[in-house]
């Protein structure tokens, strides 16, 4: 029967992923923006290049090591399957949660809505969120088998506990936050019983496998650069998040936050009857670990950002009280349910646009870009600086396989982080070959000056820069190659 289960849910999320992972399914042409900085990272890595000094961008390691990995064995294809086998692991553990509490129809029911949840905050996949699921769903499993059936954790479920919140600290560390609620709540309760010997040999394990994780790394990286590769990994991963964060205020973004955050509570509130100590403790802890959540995002709060908080809606489907409220329940459910499904109009759109309808611009993209890097020579193709098309520019790089040559792959990095403009605009503006550059977008006018001075251009197409905000609106891009004149 479990074999039957896994198969399945196997299958599940073969066709989920294959299907909404426009990134690295082979459905699509599509590279990805996010996605597409992230394998030029594992691109970094198996150049022999060392994370944060030759090329930088503000994620953790793990990150780009699975980036790295996938490229190696297969390229798309191969982080695709690592895709899978993450997603049918996180399903496995929501499953478990929500056996806890319903079995038969309404088990699958749960289920389903999680995955359609999960839909609306994709994008397109291959993203930092997704990755971490499994990794905070699990130590969240462990705290509800405890709840329900008084089976304490065991140290070494702790101990990987510690794995699980290292792991995730060196992909997004705020995504950790989802789950940190739960286990203060167990710290609290172990204090409650006067239980102190456990409470501080938890404690310990958790650290232990915080620090084998971060061992790991600073070997690494040590081992790679010395001590300076260590400082920058601890900033690239760490200090440069709250760097970001502190200097890219936007009230939409932050509206947007609060909205989910009551959105979230409301949902909370409906779906559990507040007239247990159980159901008390779930409600407590979950809306701690939001809590927590939205506190680490900063003023910025992207769709898929909300992907990581996927395991506490799903806490919320498990507990809900059908047996008692089952009308009243169910209905507020639903309409609670509406404002989020208003965003699965774009990854279904995508669907239907780029699949069924054939209309996929990326593919003409592409080829344009293939044309064009086909008259440049070889030997300058490791020398193409990607000005101001960041993700864009990212993808079609990636799509040839090629590096970009400047550090900062995200461009708005470089404007919004003290320490990295610095350093960019010290540099003189004269090391590559070719530049890689949109005129339709904002340029400095000094590197206007520079570029009409020491470059010419070349090459251009045209792209629809506006798809990944709206299906196909038809406010097209530029693509320009400038080589430096002799």
């Not at 204090?191 to 061992?215: A, H, P």
């Not at 936007?250 to 509570?265: E, H, K, S, T």
């Not at 020491?454 to 190659?481: M, P, R, S, W």
């Amino acid at each position: 029967m479990e074999k039957r289960k896994s198969l399945i849910l196997f299958l599940v999320s073969f066709v989920f992923v294959t299907l909404f992972s426009r990134s690295t399914s082979f459905l699509y042409a599509f590279e990805g923006f996010d996605a597409a900085i992230f394998k030029q990272m594992g691109l970094a890595v198996l150049k022999g290049k060392t994370l944060y000094i030759d090329y930088f961008d503000n994620k953790g390691c793990f990150l780009y090591f699975i980036q790295a990995l996938g490229l190696l064995l297969g390229g798309n294809f191969c982080i695709l399957l690592f895709q899978v086998l993450s997603l049918m692991i996180t399903l496995v553990i929501w499953d478990r949660i929500i056996m806890f509490y319903h079995q038969g129809r309404l088990r699958y029911f749960c289920l389903g809505i999680s995955l359609l949840l999960l839909l609306c905050f994709y994008e397109g996949g291959d993203l930092s969120e997704e990755w971490c699921l499994p990794f905070a769903s699990y130590p969240i499993y462990l705290y509800f088998r405890y709840l329900k059936t008084n089976k304490t954790i065991r140290k070494i479920e702790m101990f990987v506990v510690g794995l699980c919140l290292g792991i995730i600290a060196f992909i997004r560390m705020n995504n950790a936050s989802v789950f940190l609620g739960y286990f203060l709540v167990w710290y609290f309760t172990l204090l409650q019983r006067k239980e102190y010997k456990r409470f501080f040999t938890d404690i310990l394990l958790l650290f232990s496998g915080v620090m084998l994780v971060i061992s790991l790394c600073v070997l690494y990286f040590y081992l790679k650069a010395g001590l300076y590769g260590v400082e920058e990994m601890v900033y690239g991963t760490f200090l440069s998040y709250f760097e970001y964060f502190g200097y890219t205020p936007n009230r939409r973004f932050y509206v947007l936050n609060v909205v989910f955050y009551i959105l979230f509570l409301g949902i909370c509130v409906t779906f559990l009857s507040i007239n247990s100590t159980h159901q008390k403790t779930v409600l407590i802890s979950t809306l701690i670990s939001y809590t927590f959540f939205i506190l680490s995002s900063g003023t910025r709060c992207f769709t898929h950002y909300l992907m990581a908080t996927m395991p506490l809606f799903v806490v919320c489907l498990a507990t809900m009280n059908v047996e008692k409220y089952r009308k009243a329940n169910l209905g507020l459910a639903f309409a609670l349910m509406l404002p989020i499904a208003f965003y699965l109009v774009r990854p279904i759109g995508f669907f239907v646009n780029d699949l069924v309808l054939n209309k996929e611009p990326f593919r003409t993209s592409y080829a344009n870009f293939h044309h064009c890097i086909e008259e440049i020579p070889e030997s300058e193709r490791d020398s193409i600086y990607n000005y101001n098309l960041s993700g864009i520019g990212a993808g079609m790089m990636q799509h040839e396989g090629m590096l970009q040559c400047n550090r900062v792959l995200y461009s708005p990095l470089a404007f919004h982080l003290p320490r990295l403009h610095n350093e960019e605009t010290s540099k003189p503006f004269t090391k590559p070959k070719w530049i890689l550059i949109s005129g339709d977008k904002t340029i400095d006018e000094n590197d206007i000056l520079f570029i009409q001075d020491n470059y010419e251009l070349i090459n251009y197409f045209d792209h629809n820069a506006q798809y990944n905000k709206g299906l196909d609106i038809g406010e097209l891009v530029t693509v320009c190659f400038y080589r430096r004149k002799n």
